[in-house]
């Protein structure tokens, strides 16, 4: 069975998307998926993920533990099966990279994939203080059991 290969992409890669792979992460364990994250920025490049999300995602029982790269569309674009970006702007971001509209078929966003929760984004936490953090490990947490649902029933 093919594997299935999924990047999560927000801003900086230091919150929300790193985040997205942790719970990603322990969702597919012993499953055929493949998870990474990336930003649309290279500020953080070579950083782990915000300390702030790391322990807050390790009382949640999730390990951030990726370095924070930027995306880059000469690779990225043709390795992953699916690119879910966590806001309108880094999904916009990613639509612009994609010189050629070629790959806009691969573009979601995170939100499309919830099934509990109402949101339109995934909110950046970044300048807010930690309940911005567990609002996003919430949605976070529906949208990846909404992803891997309807990954499942793709592969089936």
């Known amino acids: 069975m093919k594997t299935t290969k999924v990047l999560f992409v927000?801003?900086?890669?230091?919150?929300?998307?790193?985040?997205?792979?942790?719970?990603?992460?322990k969702l597919i364990e012993g499953l055929p998926f493949e998870v990474a994250s990336a930003g649309t920025a290279g500020y953080h490049v070579g950083d782990l993920p915000d300390s702030r999300m790391r322990v807050l995602a390790g009382k949640r029982g999730y390990h951030l533990v990726s370095r924070a790269r930027q995306f880059d569309p000469a690779q990225d674009f043709e390795k992953y099966d699916l690119i879910v970006a966590m806001d309108g702007s880094n999904?916009?971001?990613l639509k612009t990279m994609d010189r050629r509209h070629q790959y806009g078929h691969k573009?979601?966003?995170?939100?499309?994939?919830?099934?509990?929760?109402?949101?339109?984004?995934?909110?950046?936490?970044?300048?807010?203080g930690p309940e911005g953090f567990d609002r996003v490990?919430?949605?976070?947490?529906?949208?990846?059991?909404g992803l891997l649902h309807e990954l499942q029933n793709a592969k089936s």
């Open 10 to 25: 927000c801003l900086g890669n230091i919150c929300r998307s790193p985040a997205a792979e942790g719970v990603m992460k």
């Open 137 to 145: 490990l919430d949605i976070l947490e529906d949208a990846c059991a």
């Open 91 to 93: 999904l916009h971001d």
């Open 107 to 128: 573009l979601s966003l995170m939100t499309d994939y919830c099934r509990v929760r109402n949101e339109k984004e995934v909110p950046d936490p970044y300048y807010g």
